[in-house]
């Protein structure tokens, strides 16, 4: 009940610390002002001015020291933010005392200026508390991060070409000095109408002259210049982007059409095919899940390093795992238990030139988190291939050199993330590589066994030039 | 006794000594107010500097230098073969098809490509040199190769192809120096160097940075080019031979066996380790992995290194030359390597410096000699890498120091014997593969003539950068400390180029 009250009572902290800093700074005012005889205030006003504003300072650190308690705050600007406000109680009381025994020398003006001091640094870390520490530098970065993020588009050809190819751009190099929020050189770009209206220079895009607008000019000066657009240390247009900007002012800088009523240049193809959601290459599936994994086993991880077996985290901060029986190659089944307490972190696991058999497989098959496994001139079999379908995220399987078969390998039809499946050395031919295809739709299948014909020009040497 | 005896005697008394005195009451006193004050001093300065409290972007333990690491990311590439053609190969007779260039040969070159330039041996007005060579588009990714390659035009759709390259060194030595170790001068650590002291290397038994070089010879910057430069010198590139004893003076020598030598090696490795306890030197331990090492690879390093026991179809597709130390041996060589868990390996060739002074420099002889010679070996590595699995971790880099001009070079000023291009920093074609490099791409352009980058262009540190982000490392933050400040590999700039990743 206590802690409710005095919370309560604290609550009041954010209404009451506006007194002291409006009263307070009015006394101090007041009292610099005094030195001039045609502002003097009498006496008593500063006086009683200064002793509400320093009954009020004191209110203020009380109600804010109760508030404090509910450690709803950042501790050390809370704390902070304390001393500082006791410190402006205690600086007012001094300058009250001194206005008080009416001496008006150096230390008491020391005394207002500190005052003053801690009155905006009090101010300031209050004020940092409540709306945050960034609220005030805010407004200064840049737009670009603040912008919601544009809609893939699925197709380009029927994007509109203003909105969808020449707008991004804007947005991200030009809007935070030319927008709604701030326009410099009198220039707004964020909408049509005044974006070809131009700044106070006059235009900057004359539709169907890329060449003599102001706008591409800017942008194609050294980076050096004073007048090139964005300035130096902004974000810079990118080659594409510029492209794209000479091409829809050259073809009218128009705000309506759609990017297909447009002639496209063969140049610009592959520019614009490249803003196509689809297009873009399909980033290479990550080998290392995103969710995080706790710690693997510091003594499984011992084990097998004494083995000789290297585990390492794939990368620093990271605990997921890769193994390598590189410098292992006479362990066998046995030895390969040891991956057990750590199947939940193995993504990575090369198992070639070892000794293992499907029993190893037996194993592997609960490190249900691998991506990567290569099991290269080993001696594991159709058998023991049938173990690893759980294995559902697996991307890469390399079984060269073994003597697994195409009906032992499209039992793995549940391995739905596999990228590559590496057969070379098997005693899969190309005859079998029609069934794996439709088996494995998404997945490269390569049998190897790649051969260079033979050509004359591969072991002779010319003496003089050809004659053609 | 004698004058002389007497004068030894005393020397030997002097040394005495001074390693006596080296050891008094205060010389230890003044040694530790020195050390005290030095060490005060130090954790002072440090609590200045602005670094202070980051962790280093690399643990380095000296009593496993080699030991594998971890890069900042989960990397694409495991390992890195790199095909270095010293000399610099015509981009004009290989990928950059120029047929405006045809239309030009003989002709005086038009001042404006020469004003303000300055070229390592072209001197007053040469004339333009058409390509010397047909040209076809290959492959789904449509890649322009020409007829000196006709088995590598069959791979193009495995490749990442980097047309407009750049350098600003237009010699040999420096522009090797700036493509190996991101500096055109002397001192910094090479490529192998930077990416072995970031992630060690996985096979303990074999070195971690491999450096084969065709014919055993050096190219124009010398060994720097695999050096560690400020690194530790545990990271620097192992030089090995395809042919014989892999790594010289691997053999025991006569009259020692196995035993005596491990004795011996443990008895070297004890003085190092007093040596250690007292200076505190790290090197000591690396010296004393490296002996380590050198025990373990006398039996590890013969067999991996021994290519004759591939199988025949291997050695047909690589057009392997037995008993050779050339470049096709040496590709072979690699690819065991990498599948062995070695790191880096770095190739050299040489002979690619098509100035026209001989035959064997001449741009319709000799470059087409080399082009036979590489062309063959380089394919076969693709798709035997390629079948193995091994080149979805492997990456795989290609390219020599610069590019060739568009005109014919003029020694002198006078036309020289044959056909031949001088050295050409400003656009030149490098290749990726594997290791999360897209594949069946063509990024950059040059202009009509093949002269100068129009789009897309990249420099040594761009392939510096992308090298590093594909081992997982973030080029900015890899760092070492050195003389005061922070060194990367590509020093102030470099960017990784996005185009040709996954």
Redesign the interface.
Known sequence: MLLTVTEFIGRFHPVLVHLPIGILLIGILLQWLSAYPKYNVSEPVIKIVLLIGTFSAILSCITGFLLSGSGDYDDDLVSWHMWMGIGVAAASLLFMQRILVKKNDMVTKATSISLLMLIILTGHLGGSLTHGSDYLTASLEPISDTLPKRKPIANIQEANVYNDVIQPVLQTKCYSCHSARRQKGGLRMDDPQLLMKGGKDGEIILAGKSDQSEMVKRLLLPREDEHHMPPKAKPQVN?RELALIHWWIDQGADFTKKVKDLPQPEKLKPVLLALQSNHL?P??P???PAASVEKGDENAIRALREAGV?V?????E?N?LQA?F??APNLTDEQVNLLLPLKKQLVWLKL?DTKISDKALATISGCTNLT?L?L?NTAITDKGLALLNGLHNLQ?L?L?GTKVTAAGVSQLDSLKKLQ?L?L?GTGIGKEDTALLRKRFSKALI??????????E??????????VK | MTQKEIHNQRLVKEAEEAMIRMHTRRHFLKECAMGFGGLALGSLLQSCSLGAGKPAAVDFDPAHPLA?????????AKSVIYLHMAGAPSQLEMFDYKPELMKLDGQDCPPSLLEGKRFAFIRGVPKMLGPQAKFAQYGQSGAWVSEHL??FS?IVDEISFLKACSSDQFNHAPAQLLMQTGGARLGRPSIGSWVTYGLGT????LPGFVVLTSGGKFPDAGKSVWGSGFLPSVYQGVQCRSEGDPVLFIKDPAGMDRDLRKASIDAINKVNEEEYKEYNDPEILSRISQYEMAYKMQIAAPEVMNINNEPQ?IH??Y?TKPGKAALANNILLARKLV???VRFVQIFDWGWDSHGTD?SL?I???F??KC?EV??AM??LI??L????LL?ETLVVWGGEFGRTPMMENREGKQNPF?GRDHHVEAFTMWMAGG?I?KGVTYGETDEIGYSAI?GKVTPHDIQATLLNQL?FDHEKFTYQYQGRPFRLTDVSGKVIEEII?
């Open positions: 080659e290459q980033k290479a990550a080998t290392v290297v390492v985290p794939v990368a620093q990271s997921y390598n590189v410098t070639s990567l290569y290269n890469v390399s060269v590559s590496y070379y390569d049998i190897g066994g790649y051969s260079i014909p033979f050509l020009s591969d072991t002779t040497r010319l003496s003089k030039p050809q | 594998p690491k971890l890069p900042m990311f989960p990397g694409k006709p088995h069959k996985e096979n303990q038994n179809y047909d597709l057009g599948e062995k868990g035959a001449a319709d002889i000799g087409i000699n036979r062309d063959r394919t076969a798709l035997d390629k079948q193995r699995g979805e056909k999360g897209r789009s997982g996954t």
